[in-house]
């Protein structure tokens, strides 16, 4: 991997990582579009980098984080499930289907379908408004729809969005659910993945973990603000539809 292609896979993470069309996908076309093969540290590499992203949610909602515990309660009861589950299937998830283009763009292309019509239920039955108002055993289930995030192209945000409209969150509130979420989610499969791999990286392979850290952050950044600004007015469909577009084009393009 080149610098160049280190920066741009940050790019592509950080502006994908909140995003319901699945930031690990879309890195993983996006290497196999470059020619980036999908070696150990490639896979770590793709993991790693969504720290970046993380931090960019932090720097913007540390001020409501640290002074409402109502809101920890549920970002811990819905991180539970994802958080076992992640422990246990951890090495089937990295050894077999991290890197899988088949499989992620066959997942892009059915979660699209998901987050249609998810959406379509949501402008009828979705009720809530505040993520505090949130029920406990609500924010469990929304949980166990991020667990279905392990696969690659199934996108963690689309699934936490899915599931929380489907319990009831109005859009805005499933969208700023799902960016608190990943705060414990991806600092735990983020710090894992690397405990488990640092000791195969070389001194320049940290080098471009540095640069895809960095750019992944500053374009999240914009990515966290502008989508929330549109969810506030807009549908999900835009985002259904690219999913399934993009997965039909790699599949009609790589396996046709």
């Known amino acids: 991997m080149e610098a160049y292609q280190a920066v741009l896979l940050g790019v592509v993470e950080g502006l994908t990582e909140f995003l319901p069309i699945s930031s690990t996908g879309h890195l993983i076309l996006t290497s196999h579009i470059m020619g980036i093969p999908q070696d150990s540290f490639t896979k770590s590499f793709e993991i790693s980098i969504q720290m970046g992203a993380i931090m960019a949610v932090l720097f913007l909602y540390w001020r409501r984080i640290v002074k409402n515990p109502q809101l920890w309660k549920r970002i811990i009861v819905a991180f539970f499930p994802t958080g076992v589950l992640g422990f246990l299937l951890y090495k089937l998830v990295k050894n077999y289907l991290i890197g899988n283009d088949l499989v992620t763009s066959l997942a892009l292309i059915g979660g699209?379908?998901?987050?249609?019509?998810?959406?379509?239920?949501?402008?009828?039955?979705?009720?809530?408004?505040?993520?505090?108002?949130?029920?406990?055993?609500r924010a469990f289930a929304i949980g166990v729809f991020q667990a279905l995030a392990m696969v690659p192209g199934v996108s963690r945000s689309g699934a936490t969005i899915i599931g929380g409209m489907l319990m009831g969150l109005n859009r805005k509130a499933a969208t700023e659910f799902s960016f608190l979420l990943a705060i414990p989610t991806m600092m735990a499969a983020t710090s894992y993945d690397l405990y488990k791999s640092h000791h195969n990286f070389q001194w320049?392979?940290?080098?471009?973990?540095?640069?895809g850290f960095v750019s992944a952050f500053l374009s999240a950044l914009l990515a966290v603000k502008v989508f929330l600004r549109f969810v506030s007015s807009h549908s999900f469909v835009p985002f259904g539809v690219y999913r399934i577009l993009v997965g039909a084009l790699y599949l009609s393009i790589f396996y046709l």
């Open 112 to 137: 699209g379908l998901f987050l249609l019509v998810a959406d379509r239920v949501c402008s009828k039955f979705c009720y809530i408004r505040n993520v505090e108002d949130l029920p406990l055993l």
């Open 204 to 211: 320049q392979e940290w080098h471009l973990l540095l640069l």
